[in-house]
């Protein structure tokens, strides 16, 4: 199982920001092509009043800060440069569907979709969308708010694909703001099925990859839940990725480089289920040589060694 993928998180809300530029970008982007790393995936265009590109309707609407750079567009220039596909991530308010106000997050959306697709949607790296808003129950109108995002991507871009990166309301599900790592219990096997394969139903013509994020259960756990993940998608028509998280769930410290071992038990785990490929959160601040933690490098190191050690 190799990590095809990751994600790019540029707001960085609950992770330090690195204050690259163009030219540590380009760096990055190298050094994630170097492990065959051929797909980026912009977390989210923007969070509350934060923003990647310059948004007329989000400057206006939501009063939001006017960023200094396009990063939108300095990020599909360098997945065309290293050849790699690009998804846009959408905007999270970080208010409204989380209030269960999911209708005006829709609505908000549709207007994002359009104008991003207007503004960046000759770019050749432009491959396909990513869903931001990440839940792991069946909550509110979560799949009428999926189904509609979905829908509304495919039919502004010409089908392109539309990619959703979930989590298990598992024992490590635990807020980022507290030095708590897991909790007594969570979400039954049964539950999560049971979720699932309702939210899978109402949303299989709108959405075309799953990437369960793979971070918020015990090591124990992921072949049962990988596989009900897998069985769930196939039954759907929906394609199955894992999100394989690069970061430490297991540490009081939010949040720092993933140990080389657990990350290798998550990547046989999805090999043995079955999944497509993978993904992750995310390589940059995690698992890149230039990162702020010295032991993303070495995390980096090691991984060639798995890639050198998987050729023979």
Known sequence: M????????????DIPHQNWGRKEWDQDFAYMKQVGINTVILIRSGYRKWLTYPSEILLER????????DLVQMFLELSEKHQMDFYFGLYDSGKYWEKGDFQQEL????????????KYGTMNAFKGWYISQECSRKT?????????????????SGNLTT????????????????????????????KHEQDWDEIFDGIKDAIDIVAFQDGH?????????????KQ????????????????????????????????????????????????????SHFMSPQSAYLQAGHLYNRYQEYLAALKG
């Open 2 to 13: 190799k990590i095809k993928g990751t994600f790019l998180d540029e707001i960085s809300h």
């Open 140 to 156: 509110g109108a979560i799949i009428d708010m999926y189904r509609g995002l979905g829908e509304h991507c495919k039919s502004a």
């Open 232 to 283: 769930l998608a196939d039954k759907y028509g929906i394609r199955s990725w894992t999100n394989s998280e690069t970061f430490d769930r297991d540490m009081p410290i939010k949040f720092l480089p993933i140990k080389w071992e657990k990350l290798l038990m998550k990547l046989e785990a999805a090999q043995r289920i079955g999944m497509e490929q993978a993904i992750t959160f995310e390589f």
């Open 62 to 69: 939501e009063k939001a800060y006017q960023p200094p750079v």
């Open 107 to 118: 609505d908000l959306n549709k207007l994002v979709i359009d104008e991003v697709w207007s």
């Open 163 to 190: 990619l959703i990166s979930p989590y298990i309301d598992g024992v490590k599900n635990i807020s980022q703001y507290n030095n708590e790592t897991s909790r007594d219990l969570g979400v039954s096997l049964k």
């Open 217 to 229: 259960i015990e090591f124990d756990e992921l072949d049962d839940f990988l596989r009900i993940n």
